[in-house]
C-alpha cells in the first residue's frame, strides 16, 4: 500500500473515532458522507475491520465481542469504505433515535 493511500485510510478512521468519540449523530452522518464521497473516486480505501466493530459496539452500547460473533463469517481483515458506510447508516438506521449514542 503506497504512503498517501495509507494516510487517507488512516485520516477516514481517525475521522470515524472523532465523530463515534463526539456521540453526535450529525458528525457520523457528516462521516457517512465523507466516506461516500471519497468512494467516488478511491476504490481502494478500506479500513480495518477492528476499527468498523469497534465503531458498530459503540453506537449499539454492547462489548466488541458481541459483535465480533455476529460478524465472524467476515473474513477479511479490511473492509471496502463503502461497505462501511452503509454498514453505519444500517446500524443507525435500525435504532430509535433516543437509543443512538
Same mark, same amino acid.
Given at each position: 500500500?503506497? @504512503?498517501?493511500?495509507?494516510? $487517507?485510510?488512516?485520516? @477516514?478512521?481517525?475521522?470515524?473515532?472523532? @465523530?463515534?468519540? $463526539?456521540? *453526535?449523530?450529525?458528525? !457520523?452522518?457528516?462521516?457517512?458522507?465523507?466516506?461516500?464521497?471519497?468512494?467516488? #473516486?478511491?476504490?481502494?480505501?478500506? !479500513? #480495518?475491520?477492528? #476499527?468498523? !466493530?469497534? #465503531?458498530? *459496539?459503540?453506537?449499539? $452500547?454492547?462489548?466488541?465481542?458481541?459483535?465480533?460473533?455476529? =460478524?465472524?463469517?467476515?473474513?477479511?481483515?479490511?473492509?471496502?469504505?463503502? =461497505?462501511? @458506510?452503509?454498514?453505519? /447508516?444500517?446500524?443507525?438506521? *435500525?435504532? $430509535?433515535? *433516543?437509543? /443512538? =449514542?
Amino acid at each position: 500500500m503506497c @504512503a498517501e493511500l495509507l494516510g $487517507r485510510v488512516l485520516g @477516514a478512521e481517525l475521522m470515524l473515532g472523532l @465523530a463515534i468519540q $463526539r456521540g *453526535s449523530l450529525q458528525f !457520523l452522518l457528516e462521516w457517512v458522507k465523507m466516506a461516500l464521497t471519497c468512494c467516488e #473516486t478511491e476504490k481502494e480505501l478500506r !479500513l #480495518t475491520k477492528n #476499527t468498523v !466493530l469497534f #465503531t458498530l *459496539s459503540i453506537i449499539r $452500547r454492547c462489548p466488541v465481542e458481541v459483535v465480533e460473533k455476529e =460478524f465472524e463469517q467476515l473474513t477479511q481483515t479490511e473492509l471496502d469504505l463503502y =461497505f462501511v @458506510a452503509n454498514l453505519i /447508516i444500517k446500524e443507525v438506521g *435500525s435504532y $430509535r433515535i *433516543s437509543n /443512538i =449514542f
